[in-house]
């Protein structure tokens, strides 16, 4: 051991408080500013657009309205479907 020995002064109150403040300040720092980046990101966030919505009596019309034209074109894809496998085979 030294022959010489040092009287280190005592802590005060004051300083340990500082220093335990100062030791807390960077992680509340960093959780402070984590949370308002993800606060950030959802007021960003986009919802969808809103879709105009059909007035009740247009969207309750009945189903043979359009029939006419929903059942020729539903022909034509069949028909072509049809030809092609037939070509494949």
């Known amino acids: ?3 010489h020995e040092y009287d280190f002064p005592k802590t005060t109150k004051t300083q340990f408080i500082l220093a335990t403040l100062g030791a807390l300040f960077a992680p509340l720092l960093v959780l402070f ?4 980046l993800f606060l ?3 007021a960003s966030h986009i919802d969808d657009p809103d879709v105009p919505q059909k007035p009740p ?3 309750a019309k009945p189903a043979d309205a359009g029939a ?3 059942e020729n ?13 037939e070509e494949n085979e």
């Not at 500013?33 to 308002?36: D, E, H, I, P, Y």
């Open 68 to 70: 006419s034209d929903d």
């Open 73 to 85: 074109a539903a022909d034509e894809p069949a028909a072509d479907a049809q030809a092609d496998n």
């Open 40 to 42: 950030g990101i959802q």
């Open 1 to 3: 051991m030294s022959a």
């Open 57 to 59: 009596a247009e969207a």
């Open 33 to 36: 500013l984590v949370a308002r």
